[in-house]
């Protein structure tokens, strides 16, 4: 069943560019929820509004072809759009540039124990 707080949320997505954290806050939403967009993305409610809108799978797999096959003109920033409300949007994350702290010697010496006693193992 649809809520209200779902209703707002879609409304407020599509007028801020698909933000649906600031959607769903603007909607009311407690903060954990927000937090975790998910568990508005993926409710059921949520994706019966998209369908009766006419958000569908379909509709977004028909407009990916398309613009594969047509190649005019860039659609990407209205396809992620329509991915992000339907909740199949994955963010990539860069976490090659993130420091490692360093480990302390006992936690060394015991990787290093550990890998030498895998060295020695036959198979």
């Given at each position: 069943?649809?809520?209200?707080?779902?209703?707002?949320?879609?409304?407020?997505?599509?007028?801020?560019?698909?933000?649906?954290?600031?959607?769903?806050?603007?909607?009311?939403?407690?903060?954990?929820?927000?937090?975790?967009?998910?568990n508005l993305?993926?409710?059921?409610?949520?994706?019966?509004?998209?369908?009766?809108?006419?958000?569908?799978?379909?509709l977004l797999?028909?407009?990916?072809?398309?613009?594969?096959?047509?190649?005019?003109?860039?659609?990407?920033?209205?396809?992620?759009?329509?991915?992000?409300?339907?909740?199949?949007?994955?963010?990539?994350?860069?976490?090659?540039?993130?420091?490692?702290?360093?480990?302390?010697?006992?936690?060394?010496?015991?990787?290093?124990?550990?890998?030498?006693?895998?060295?020695?193992?036959?198979?």
């Open positions: 069943m649809t809520t209200i707080k779902q209703i707002l949320a879609i409304e407020k997505t599509l007028e801020n560019g698909g933000n649906i954290t600031q959607a769903m806050r603007e909607a009311g939403y407690r903060e954990a929820t927000i937090n975790n967009p998910s993305t993926n409710s059921k409610g949520f994706q019966e509004l998209c369908e009766k809108g006419g958000l569908t799978d379909d797999i028909n407009a990916l072809v398309e613009d594969i096959k047509t190649k005019k003109g860039s659609r990407k920033a209205e396809l992620e759009l329509a991915f992000k409300i339907k909740g199949r949007f994955v963010q990539k994350v860069d976490i090659t540039s993130v420091e490692v702290p360093p480990v302390s010697a006992d936690i060394q010496e015991s990787i290093n124990r550990f890998l030498m006693r895998d060295s020695d193992t036959t198979l």
